[in-house]
């Protein structure tokens, strides 16, 4: 199984600022990693395949890089309506699919 | 516009099988570049993939759970279900149901849409 781990677990910032997130896979995924968001009550949002495609309608303050085991999502300037819970997810190898235990972006 | 529905008991009794089902709208379960799946949220936790179905049966489950689930899809009314047998505690989560992209090599993609969720609570 591969182990995704994500850091920090939160993450407390102000809007405007720039925000990096960092997701690890216990062996290489290559760029088969995606990123989700998830507010409250919500189902999860795909914003990032293919670790730095961005899905339709994702605003272009969102991206993603890396390859292999080491991937990062930035925002490049935070807004209010970006708090929630991040999580990155590998599809290189199955089963299992597995995914971070998420970031927790809090403003 | 292609919309995922969950619908089953929101609580089920503990040694019981958890039984849900997941209506697809605005496109066909049949097409055969997608997997179907389900992926469970427990309060206050992270995502964890259950099992992913393709339209001819052929199914993948978490070894995690694979004892106890059993997946099966009706293209005849576009759904597929989800059965999790000797439920306890431990499995009361929000169950989503979702789709995901399958390439010529049957490997799977990234989820790219979603049901809204419904809970289901284990208890006596």
Same mark, same amino acid.
């Given at each position: 199984?591969?182990?995704?781990?994500? %850091?920090?677990?939160?993450?407390?910032?102000?809007? #405007?600022?720039?925000? !990096?997130?960092?997701?690890?896979? %216990?062996?290489?995924? !290559?760029?088969?990693?995606?990123?989700?968001? =998830?507010?409250?009550?919500?189902?999860?949002?795909?914003?990032?395949?293919?670790? %730095?495609?961005?899905?339709? #309608?994702?605003?272009?303050?969102? %991206?993603?890089?890396?390859? #292999?085991?080491?991937?990062?999502?930035?925002?490049?300037?935070?807004?209010?309506?970006?708090?929630?819970?991040?999580?990155?997810? =590998?599809?290189?190898?199955?089963?299992?699919?597995?995914?971070? #235990?998420? !970031?927790?972006?809090?403003? | 516009?292609?919309?995922?529905?969950? +619908?089953?008991?929101? /609580?089920?009794?503990?040694?019981?099988?958890? @039984? /849900?089902?997941?209506?697809?709208?605005?496109?066909?379960?049949?097409?055969?570049?997608?997997? *179907?799946? *389900?992926?469970?949220?427990?309060? $206050?936790? $992270?995502?964890? *993939?259950?099992?992913?179905?393709?339209?001819? $049966?052929?199914?993948?489950?978490?070894?995690?759970?694979?004892?106890?689930?059993?997946?099966?899809?009706?293209?005849?009314?576009?759904?597929? +279900?989800?059965?999790?047998? +000797?439920?306890?505690?431990?499995?009361?989560?929000?169950?989503?149901?979702?789709?995901?992209?399958?390439?010529?090599?049957? /490997?799977?993609?990234?989820?790219?849409? *979603?049901?809204?969720?419904?809970?289901?609570?284990? @208890?006596?």
């Amino acid at each position: 199984e591969i182990v995704m781990t994500q %850091s920090p677990a939160t993450l407390s910032v102000s809007p #405007g600022e720039r925000v !990096t997130l960092s997701c690890r896979a %216990s062996q290489s995924v !290559t760029d088969n990693l995606a990123w989700y968001q =998830q507010k409250p009550g919500q189902a999860p949002r795909l914003l990032i395949y293919g670790a %730095s495609a961005r899905a339709n #309608g994702i605003p272009a303050r969102f %991206s993603g890089s890396g390859s #292999g085991t080491e991937f990062t999502l930035t925002i490049s300037s935070l807004q209010s309506e970006d708090s929630a819970v991040y999580y990155c997810q =590998q599809y290189n190898k199955w089963p299992p699919l597995t995914f971070g #235990g998420g !970031t927790k972006v809090e403003i | 516009q292609l919309q995922l529905q969950e +619908s089953g008991p929101g /609580l089920v009794k503990p040694s019981e099988t958890l @039984s /849900l089902t997941c209506a697809v709208s605005g496109g066909s379960i049949s097409r055969t570049t997608y997997y *179907w799946a *389900w992926i469970r949220q427990p309060p $206050g936790k $992270g995502l964890e *993939w259950i099992g992913s179905i393709y339209y001819s $049966g052929s199914t993948y489950y978490n070894p995690s759970l694979r004892s106890r689930i059993t997946m099966s899809v009706d293209t005849s009314t576009n759904q597929f +279900s989800l059965n999790l047998s +000797s439920v306890t505690a431990a499995d009361t989560a929000v169950y989503f149901c979702a789709r995901h992209g399958r390439n010529y090599q049957l /490997l799977p993609y990234y989820f790219d849409y *979603w049901g809204q969720g419904i809970q289901v609570t284990v @208890s006596s």
